[in-house]
């Protein structure tokens, strides 16, 4: 049976709760982990700022590939974490083939904050946007 501990208000199994203190046995995260990790505390009801703030200052997850701050825009979205917003705003700017879910999240918590992130983006890119995705984004937002 795994002991668990809380760690940042939410349990963990003490391996994962050393893996998020940066243990240096591995000091190096490979994107394939942080993913993991993410995806891991993505299923989280809840996550506090300080949980959010960490992890992006410990892994600079905003300079991280695709992947990686896909995961950390939907850690964003969910936890309502306000203060990486612009994350979430670069993001739908640089990836947009990617962003298409994302637009999808902030659209259906209807959170204004969130739809009028979605709304602003969709504006200043869809002139760039391949066609299909311009027209999904544009069937969710409008």
Do not use: N
């Not at 982990?33 to 996550?47: A, G, I, N, P, R």
């Not at 994302?102 to 904050?113: I, K, N, Q």
Request: hydrophobic share 40%.
């Amino acid at each position: 049976m795994l002991k668990c501990i809380s760690v940042s208000g939410f349990m963990m199994t003490k391996g994962l709760a050393l893996a998020l203190r940066g243990c240096c046995l591995f000091p190096q995260v490979l994107p394939d982990q942080l993913v993991l990790l993410l995806e891991f505390l993505l299923e989280e009801e809840s996550l506090s700022v300080g949980t959010l703030r960490w992890l992006e200052g410990r892994y600079c997850l905003c300079e991280q590939d695709a992947e990686v701050r896909h995961r950390w825009c939907e850690l964003i979205v969910k936890h309502k974490h306000t203060a990486a917003y612009k994350d979430v705003e670069q993001f739908l700017k640089t990836d947009q083939a990617m962003g298409v879910y994302l637009y999808g999240e902030l659209m259906v918590h209807e959170d204004a904050r969130q739809q009028g992130l979605a709304k602003s983006c969709f504006r200043s890119v869809h002139e760039e946007m391949d066609p299909t995705s311009k027209k999904v984004v544009e069937e969710m937002i409008l």
